[in-house]
């Protein structure tokens, strides 16, 4: 059973940054595909971001891509985003997420999440 706990949300202006982390418990974190994803206010709960377990691959949506970086350490099990130049749309509520799935068609930890407000 793996857990996982978000942090570094916050309240930011538009242009700002902003760094979650993720620290995750139980399991081998070292073999999980590790993942970000977010829910605005109202809406589905959309992929952001993925890195592969020896964090050679990444993968990011489209709204994002040149503004978040993913990383991860896996001596410390914790993944990371990095979010730069952040819009008012980036506004939502970001949930780390584990899969043992490639391309995390199917995730099977979640964490609670952590909410990003960015103001114009």
């Known amino acids: 059973q793996v857990q996982l706990v978000e942090s570094g949300g916050g309240s930011v202006q538009a242009g700002g940054s902003l760094r979650l982390s993720c620290a995750a418990t139980?399991?081998?974190?070292?073999?999980?595909?590790m993942g970000w994803f977010r829910q605005a206010p109202g809406k589905g709960r959309d992929f952001v971001a993925m890195?592969?377990?020896?964090?050679?691959?990444?993968s990011y949506a489209d709204s994002v891509k040149g503004r978040f970086t993913i990383s991860r350490d896996n001596a410390k099990n914790t993944v990371y985003l990095q979010m730069n130049s952040l819009k008012p749309e980036d506004t939502a509520v970001y949930y780390c997420?584990?899969?043992?799935?490639?391309?995390?068609?199917?995730?099977?930890?979640w964490g609670k999440g952590t909410l990003v407000a960015v103001s114009s």
């Open positions: 890195i592969r377990p020896s964090g050679d691959i990444t």
């Open positions: 139980g399991g081998t974190f070292g073999s999980y595909v």
């Open positions: 997420a584990a899969s043992t799935f490639p391309t995390m068609v199917r995730v099977g930890y």
